[in-house]
C-alpha cells in the first residue's frame, strides 16, 4: 500500500514520477507564454480564459510522489508569480509535457 495515497494497488516512487516528468490535463488548447528562467512554458485551456497555466511539475521538495505544482499567470493583470500545489492520484496515465508539445509540432 502506497503511504502517501492509501492505495493498495499503488507502487509509485518519487524516482518515476520526476523521470515521467512535467504532465498535463487532455482540455488544453494552445501554448500562451514561453519559459524564462524564472517560470516554466504555461497553456491556455479551454474553459479558463482568465489564466495560462503550466503543466504539473513533480514537487521535488515534496517526499511524496504525488505531490504536484503548477506556474499560475494572471492574464487579466498580465503577471504571474503563483504556484498551485495539489495531489495527482496516478500521474503516469496522464500525458506528458513532451508529448503534447511533440503533438503539436513543438521539440524541445
Known amino acids: 500500500m502506497c503511504e502517501f495515497c492509501g492505495c ?7 524516482e518515476q514520477a520526476i523521470q515521467y516528468g512535467a504532465i498535463i490535463a487532455n482540455y488544453i ?3 500562451m507564454r514561453a519559459a524564462t528562467k524564472e517560470t516554466p512554458m504555461t497553456y491556455f485551456f479551454k474553459g479558463n480564459p ?6 504539473w511539475i513533480p514537487d521535488e521538495e515534496d517526499e511524496s510522489p504525488h505531490a504536484y505544482k503548477r506556474f499560475v499567470f494572471d492574464e487579466d493583470e498580465g503577471c504571474g508569480d503563483e504556484w498551485e500545489y ?3 492520484e496516478n500521474p ?3 500525458q506528458t509535457e513532451k508529448e503534447f508539445l511533440k503533438k503539436i509540432g513543438i521539440e524541445q
Open 86 to 88: 495539489t495531489e495527482i
Open 8 to 14: 493498495e494497488e499503488c507502487t509509485l516512487t518519487k
Open 50 to 55: 482568465y489564466y495560462s497555466l503550466s503543466a
Open 92 to 94: 503516469l496515465a496522464w
Open 29 to 31: 488548447d494552445c501554448p
